[in-house]
């Protein structure tokens, strides 16, 4: 019998642990390559893999389904217009309902801020979408009686538009005693419908002869001055004494 003189390193040489043990590799150190082969490497100035960006690319490829969902909102998105321009019609409506109505009460019907409402409430006067605030009043009771003119004009030149821009601007109406009311340039029979108010018929009767010489060069016939016996409405509101319509009843 031969006795086997070997260590037991030597005899089993592949049961013993190397003096160099095998290095595990994590997950950020896995080179891109075998995570997906369609990914380059990418190095960084130290020459070692970047496995900051390893893990980014893992995690993107991993949650795939995801990956819209997460750019969507990434992505700043684009403020609409729309809630602007809603505002701005509820804010218009509230002002024509009521122009005495405060910032505050139409902020409390919109459920919004009163200086969200005061904001945008001046870029629409700024916008000329308001074009100021006054009071529908019965006039009578001023002392003052309605008058409607009707004229009909040949075509629409630069020196008609002249004169009526000329007019208004300088209020001519209002050095006569009259206030304008209206005045409207419409398609039909007549081309002019105006609305305004005297104090008695002798100050709207020189009013009107003075509209007759202003445009009679642009005049096709003789324009008609209407009276007004009774305003059922104006400016949207109706008229609180309705019933004193059956007095024109004969």
């Given at each position: 019998m031969v006795?086997?003189?070997r260590t037991k390193q030597e005899r089993y040489p592949s049961a013993m642990p190397s003096s160099k043990p095998d290095r595990i590799m994590?997950?950020?150190q896995i080179p891109i390559k075998d995570?997906?082969?369609s990914i380059p490497s990418k190095?960084?100035?130290t020459g070692q893999k970047d496995s900051v960006n390893i893990v980014i690319s893992n995690?993107?490829?991993l949650n795939n389904t995801d990956d819209n969902m997460t750019n969507s909102s990434e992505i700043p998105q684009k403020k609409s217009n729309s809630n602007k321009s809603e505002y701005g019609d509820k804010i218009l409506q509230s002002l024509m309902d009521d122009p005495t109505r405060s910032d505050s009460e139409i902020a409390q019907d919109l459920n919004t801020?009163?200086?969200k409402v005061w904001r945008r409430r001046k870029e629409l006067e700024e916008e000329n979408d308001i074009w100021g605030y006054t009071a529908v009043v019965d006039e009578s009771k001023l002392n003052h009686v309605s008058y409607i003119v009707l004229m009909k004009t040949r075509t629409m030149n630069k020196e008609l538009v002249d004169i009526l821009i000329k007019r208004i601007t300088l209020e001519e109406p209002r050095?006569?005693?009259v206030r304008l009311k209206n005045m409207f340039y419409v398609n039909g029979e007549f081309d002019w419908v105006i609305r305004f108010t005297a104090p008695d018929h002798a100050t709207a009767r020189k009013y009107f002869e003075t509209l007759r010489l202003q445009y009679a060069d642009h005049l096709q016939e003789k324009p008609v001055m209407i009276d007004i016996n009774f305003s059922?409405?104006?400016e949207g509101k109706h008229n609180p004494d309705l019933n004193e319509l059956h007095d024109f009843v004969p």
């Open positions: 006795l086997d003189t994590t997950q950020s995570i997906d082969p190095k960084c100035s995690h993107n490829i801020y009163r200086q050095k006569q005693g059922l409405v104006l």
